[in-house]
């Protein structure tokens, strides 16, 4: 089955959770409205950058993405083309990492990232989580995946990003566009980058709209 992670607040995020709560700790952040102050706070963003805690994907079409691993063996196969990739975004990994929406940093809830997992109905619709994955069924029965994990060794990485589109036509519960990411062991970070730069383009579909 593949990964699928959906584009809440039109981006998602890379991240692991002792790295996030360390970084919390050393900044003496206790707002829960982490996106809004990752948005407004440049001195703050740029750190989480700089130290490889919380990388985002912004600017992207709303919808499902289908998340791979080079690290874990994972590719997309001859029904996928590649349309964009770029490299040497700090990560720092310490006990697994999180592949998010954006939307799950409107209002972050530790809490709901841990345990063996629960079930709860909320405004009509049933919840999931746990500590591998969070997602909700809507009200027309499709699934929604807000945070995946995914098992990746401890340690310093340099992330590139890769992106990827369905040839063809695609079902509506089909995701359309996927990202693969390759993730290479450094011992310690020289510099950085900052993907929400103007050089980078991320939207696989605004690239796939501008070539018409």
Request: hydrophobic share 35%; proline share 2%; aromatic share 16%.
């Amino acid at each position: 089955m593949d990964r699928i992670v959906n584009s809440t607040e039109y981006g998602i995020c890379l991240w692991s959770m002792d790295t996030f709560k360390d970084f919390l700790k050393s900044e003496k952040i206790r707002a829960k409205k982490l996106l809004a102050l990752f948005q407004k706070d440049d001195e703050k963003y740029l750190k989480l950058q700089k130290e490889g805690v919380w990388i985002p994907i912004p600017q992207i079409d709303h919808g499902d993405y289908c998340i791979k691993f080079k690290n874990l063996n994972e590719s997309f196969d001859d029904d996928w083309e590649q349309v964009l990739e770029y490299d040497g975004f700090n990560l720092d990994v310490r006990d697994g990492l999180w592949v998010s929406g954006l939307g799950s940093f409107l209002t972050f809830n530790e809490a709901a990232h841990r345990g063996e997992g629960r079930e709860f109905m909320e405004y009509g619709m049933l919840n999931y989580e746990s500590d591998k994955e969070i997602w909700h069924i809507t009200l027309n029965d499709y699934k929604i995946y807000h945070d995946v994990w995914c098992d990746i060794p401890a340690g310093k990485y340099l992330l590139t990003i890769r992106g990827y589109a369905k040839k063809g036509p695609v079902d509506m519960k089909e995701a359309k566009y996927g990202y693969q990411f390759e993730l290479t062991e450094v011992e310690q970070f020289d510099g950085y980058k900052n993907p929400r730069e103007d050089e980078y383009e991320f939207n696989i579909g605004q690239i796939l709209r501008d070539r018409k």
